[in-house]
């Protein structure tokens, strides 16, 4: 006769770790018991995947103050300034950049992000998402503490500092769907997705007007100086309280772990040498819907954004820059509803109202559906209110596409979700390039009629993102991506490793013997 197995009160470490490992992955969330879908609490009530949501939302507040404070110090770092010497009155700069050098300036950001997405996503896969997202961050915090330096030192400097830092974020994004690969329970994917998502907006609130009061009070070096420093104590935090998988958190709780690797699966372990089937996902319709989606939220979201205090000035002589408030409020409204869509969309599926696939669909193609009626509305609007809250309303909408096409790499392909946020973000970063220059060629004369002509493009791109997202989205994992209870296919040798008998889950593909 077999022998009992201990409970998990009175058992062992090694025996624990037995009882653990021995968990079923495939097991249905209805066959788990109660007490384990009912996680203890550690901290105060806060359990250990919500920690991890928390700093990474935190996180990417960082990686945005770090990005958008340029934009503000710039404007200091070129302003005139009034010399009073013996009675006469002078005025000169920092620095006299034009309005091209500039430019160049901030959008030499955006090479070096472009170049990383898809290497940050496979390297995410090979070292850790957490490690990853922390020194990401880290080394743009790094630069960002030596800009006034690079400044000073020459325009090639500083233009060469910032591809640096774009090229370190450009990580950021892939990096942290490789930590939710193994956090984020299938029920919880799309809450926790969107509330570490939604720290980037809430960073931009945050940082544009501080940057304006420290450049006023204490000088512009100050913003970098703060600003870095910030994100430093970040890292230190994130490095050092996050784990790579919750196997390896000496804090989780015996029933959140066995809930997590009971939902999760396979993913929740850290396996390294993976084959990645990159022709599968070239070749996937999903993979295309998610693209597809990503690119048309932000050819709409960069439009709107980049487009909008031009437009207000041509069309109504309204200047926006100016109105700080109506400046950030598309921001904070984006912000608010990408967590109110990642927990409307968590709802529809735990409590069984729709499939993970129809939610996709819903919250993507319903958003973008809505963001194209109120951006026309905008676009025949004649007063100034009316034009901000149909816009900023628009930009709402948006954030209930964030919980369905960001989410959904995790729900076809959980182990290489960070590959495929990767390549969605590599082909979202175009209309920031590509949207700005398209604007300029169609207003020449600053008339009505040729900005509605901008507004009906993006609204066309929303459309026909709309339609394929609904044709070809999938929320079911797909076949390409399928693993076995517990084991991964290896590069190469084609052999399994077995990662259930790994105490903490960080397993890597060997020789087979």
């Not at 993979?287 to 439009?303: P, R």
């Amino acid at each position: 006769m077999l022998a009992t197995p201990p409970s998990s009160t009175d058992a062992s470490p090694d025996e624990k770790t037995a009882i653990k490992s021995h968990l079923h992955y495939t097991q249905s969330l209805t066959e788990i018991p109660h007490h384990q879908r009912r996680s203890s609490r550690w901290l105060d009530g806060i359990q250990r995947r919500h920690v991890v949501a928390i700093l990474a939302f935190l996180g990417f507040c960082q990686v945005y103050s770090l990005r958008v404070n340029l934009s503000v110090a710039i404007v200091a770092m070129t302003a005139n300034r009034t010399i009073n010497k013996d009675g006469h009155l002078s005025y000169e700069q920092d620095f006299n950049w034009d309005s091209r050098s500039q430019g160049i300036i901030l959008s030499s950001f955006f090479y070096g992000y472009a170049v990383t997405q898809i290497p940050g996503g496979w390297l995410a896969t090979q070292i850790g998402g957490k490690k990853l997202f922390g020194l990401g961050i880290l080394v743009t915090a790094i630069i960002t503490l030596l800009t006034p330096i690079l400044a000073w030192a020459g325009f090639y400097f500083l233009v060469i500092g910032r591809v640096i830092e774009g090229f370190f974020e450009g990580v950021t994004y892939p990096s942290i769907h490789a930590v939710w690969s193994r956090w984020a329970p299938p029920l919880e994917r799309s809450r926790l997705v969107t509330i570490a998502f939604s720290g980037s907006y809430f960073g931009t609130v945050i940082s544009l007007p501080l940057s304006g009061y420290l450049a006023e009070t204490y000088g512009w070096p100050s913003i970098f100086y703060v600003f870095g420093l910030i994100a430093i104590v970040w890292c230190i935090v994130w490095l050092n309280v996050v784990s790579e998988t919750p196997q390896e958190d000496r804090k989780i709780t015996e029933e959140e772990l066995d809930y997590i690797r009971a939902t999760v699966g396979p993913s929740a372990n850290h396996v390294k040498n993976m084959d990645v089937p990159w022709k599968r996902f070239i070749t996937s319709l999903p993979v295309w819907a998610i693209m597809l989606a990503h690119f048309s939220e932000n050819w709409g979201f960069y439009t709107l954004l980049t487009e909008l205090p031009t437009f207000m000035n041509d069309v109504l002589g309204f200047d926006l820059k100016h109105a700080g408030l109506l400046s950030a409020l598309p921001y904070l409204v984006m912000g608010i509803v990408v967590q109110v869509g990642g927990h409307f969309a968590d709802h529809l599926i735990s409590h069984g109202y729709l499939t993970s696939t129809k939610v996709r669909k819903l919250c993507t193609c319903g958003a973008f559906i809505f963001q194209t009626i109120f951006l026309l509305a905008a676009a025949h609007a004649t007063s100034a209110t009316a034009i901000v809250a149909f816009l900023t309303v628009a930009v709402g909408f948006g954030g209930f596409a964030w919980a369905g096409f960001s989410v959904n790499p995790l729900d076809i392909a959980p182990q290489f979700a960070s590959i495929l946020m990767g390549l969605s973000n590599t082909v979202a970063t175009l209309p920031g390039m590509v949207s700005p220059l398209l604007t300029g060629h169609l207003v020449q004369h600053k008339t009505p009629e040729e900005w509605q002509t901008v507004f009906y493009i993006a609204g066309g791109i929303y459309l026909a993102g709309a339609v394929f997202f609904g044709l070809f989205a999938s929320g079911k994992l797909q076949r390409w991506a399928e693993l076995q209870d517990g084991e991964t296919l290896c590069a190469e040798t084609h052999s399994r490793a077995s990662t259930e008998d790994l105490p903490f889950g960080s397993g890597t593909c060997g020789d087979s013997d």
